[in-house]
T-cell receptor, first 113, second 112 residues
């Protein structure tokens, strides 16, 4: 089956700890994205990557970090510097940056207490 | 900065009705517009993608239209079913942007 997988589905962490969310795709897509979804707000872009070993900040990158060592994988680390990390995190990919359709994973719900 | 608005925020209809969901955006310089469906606690499922040069796209009971000059798109759902109950999101890709700009969605409930 082709698609995007995110793990885990639910994640609980104590304040002050870093946590890494996994995103893997087997669609052979070049571009990958991380969005954050909060109640009553539209999705907001955290980071995106157009190609392996390259990534760019989105609108709300502060307190987050990413890596893109492999085409298939785009992990997101939520650091202790992120002031309000509790949210639903969605990973997406597209064939290339630009006008191509974006496909989304099932999401990870992170709760930090 | 692009702003995307979806009205109404919630909509309830009896099964079998045809319905229209609305999406408006402030900057008409877009690459494309995408409609998504999101079930509670789940990721987004892409329904339709309309490129800026297109006026509409159809998939089964769904039809999406795009009027770039007025900054509007509609998603028409024919013969609604309880399984259509979900939140519907529209998102636009600007020509100068690297990401999609999302609306806050319309939560649809189809009553059996």
């Amino acid at each position: 089956d082709g698609g995007i997988t995110q793990s885990p589905k639910y994640l609980f962490r104590k304040e002050g700890q870093n946590v890494t969310l996994s995103c893997e795709q087997n669609l052979n897509h070049d571009a990958m994205y991380w969005y954050r979804q909060d109640p009553g707000q539209g999705l907001r872009l955290i980071y995106y990557s157009q190609i392996v070993n390259d990534f760019q900040k989105g609108d709300i990158a502060e307190g987050y970090s990413v890596s893109r060592e492999k085409k298939e994988s785009f992990p997101l680390t939520v650091t202790s510097a992120q002031k309000n990390p509790t949210a639903f995190y969605l990973c997406a990919s597209s064939l290339q940056q630009g006008s191509h359709e974006q496909y989304f994973g099932p999401g990870t719900r992170l709760t930090v207490t | 900065k692009q702003e995307v608005t979806q009205i109404p925020a919630a909509l309830s209809v009896p099964e079998g009705e045809n319905l229209v969901l609305n999406c408006s955006f402030t900057d008409s310089a877009i690459y494309n517009l995408q409609w998504f469906r999101q079930d509670p606690g789940k990721g987004l499922t892409s329904l339709l993608l309309i490129q800026s040069s297109q006026r509409e796209q159809t998939s089964g009971r769904l039809n999406a239209s795009l009027d770039k000059s007025s900054g509007r798109s509609t998603l028409y759902i024919a013969a609604s079913q309880p399984g259509d109950s979900a939140t519907y999101l529209c998102a636009v890709k600007g020509t100068g942007a690297n990401n999609l700009f999302f609306g806050t969605g319309t939560r649809l409930t189809v009553i059996p």
